[in-house]
């Protein structure tokens, strides 16, 4: 089975705190994404990254930033922090191919700024 | 920005009953990719099914199945013989050209 896993499932944070959010994948798999999901929007794609030292902007990059350094592992970084980027963060993986493929999702993290 | 539209917000089903949920899509290209995933409350999301814009034939998983009409850009998830496991957050997504889209998401609720 793939797994996905994800370094925190609840974090609070202070505003203007550097955050680090970790995703690993134990599946080989090229592609990784980080969403964020809030009520009544859906899952916005944040970034994604379909190699090492890869990225990709997505949808709402903004305030965030990502490092990719292994296969495995996609870390999503909150520069400074800031109370709207309060919500659940989710990140995903597929196999070489793209978004066309299924996407396997770790458990999230629900991240709140104070 | 292209988007995936889930009208119903919410609903509701009796174990056992069959439920439709609805969603559309806009995009300008002739192939793509239509999935519904399923986030059951605290737990991760999973593919129910995934559907090729190519296909004509519907996609079908056990008990779910779609119903794809390209001309109307409609993607809807029939669950039949809903069972209380089904309950879950259900999100509609659409994939082309390196672009995802997820809908808001149509919370369903089975009740015994």
């Known amino acids: 089975d793939v797994k996905v896993t994800q370094s925190s499932r609840y974090l609070v944070k202070r505003t203007g705190e550097k955050v680090f959010l970790e995703c690993v994948q134990d599946?080989?798999?090229?592609?990784m994404f980080w969403y964020r999901q809030d009520p009544g929007l859906g899952l916005r794609l944040i970034y994604f990254?379909?190699?090492?030292?890869?990225?990709e902007k997505g949808d709402i990059p903004e305030g965030y930033s990502v490092s990719r350094e292994k296969k495995e592992r996609f870390s999503l970084i909150l520069e400074s922090a800031s109370t709207n980027q309060t919500s659940m963060y989710l990140c995903?993986?597929?196999?070489?191919?793209?978004?066309?493929?299924?996407?396997?999702f770790g458990p999230g993290t629900r991240l709140t700024v104070l | 920005a292209q988007t995936v539209t889930q009208s119903q917000p919410e609903m509701s089903v009796q174990e056992a009953e069959t439920v439709t949920l609805s969603c559309t899509y806009d995009?300008?290209?002739?192939?793509?990719?239509l999935f519904w995933y399923k986030q059951p409350p605290s737990r991760q999301m999973i593919l129910v099914i995934r559907?090729?814009?190519?296909?004509?034939q519907n996609a079908t998983e056990n008990r779910f199945s779609v119903n794809f009409q390209k001309a109307a850009k409609s993607f809807s998830l029939k669950i039949s013989d809903s069972q209380l496991g089904d309950t879950a957050m259900y999100f509609c997504?659409?994939?082309?050209?390196?672009?995802?889209?997820f809908g808001a998401g149509t919370r369903l609720t089975v009740k015994p």
């Open positions: 995903a993986s597929t196999p070489d191919g793209g978004g066309y493929n299924e996407q396997f």
């Open positions: 995009t300008s290209e002739s192939n793509y990719y």
């Open positions: 990254s379909y190699d090492v030292k890869m990225k």
């Open positions: 559907q090729e814009a190519y296909k004509q």
């Open positions: 599946m080989d798999h090229e592609n």
């Open positions: 997504a659409r994939y082309n050209n390196n672009d995802m889209r």
